[in-house]
């Protein structure tokens, strides 16, 4: 049942006249009220009304209001404060949603440029690799054929980097004009390293 003094529970009954009720603190649960004249006050913890107590000084006026610059305080002045301006999002959801979209079709452009590309690169690799191995398996041929066509008492000898007519000779045990007639139109100035040349057989003692 309501109690019959609620109607005296009011803050403008109970509180002595000019002072407002202005906070309250959760922890403490105390309640904080201001004068008229500005000065601070705190009631008893745990109830809203009873013994008061004082726990700051009205804020003393400036000694000389002459020579305040009100126009410059209204220039400090932060904006008026617009409920309007408040009531808006940062960003409206068409806005974000079209960010969104955005951002996702330029990751899928370049990860549908990448998958487009990835197998006409994969061709130009094995392409490649397959090049590599015909013309490497037509030098060897080359070789093999060069050496296959020496004449008989004469094998075949894959030029090192480094050699010449004078040191094949010589590690044959024959001299450089025997090499040159075994080799018809050879340029002992050009020889290439990895080229084949037909070696005559050292002469018996």
Known sequence: MPSRYTELDTDEERLPEGMVRVGYDADTQVYTFRDADGSLWEGPPGSRYGHMTKVADAPKPPSNLENIDVEAGDADA?????ETEAAQPFLDHETARNNLDQRWTEDAMKKHWRAELMPLLNFFFILALFLMG??????????SEHMSHCGPGSHGHQ????????SIANMHGINVDKLREANEGINCDLLRAG???????MPKA
């Open 134 to 143: 015909v013309f490497w398996f037509l030098g060897w041929m080359a070789k």
């Open 159 to 166: 030029i090192q980097r480094g050699e010449t007519c004078w």
């Open 195 to 201: 080229s084949a040349i037909c070696v005559p057989a």
């Open 78 to 82: 932060p904006p008026p404060y617009d």
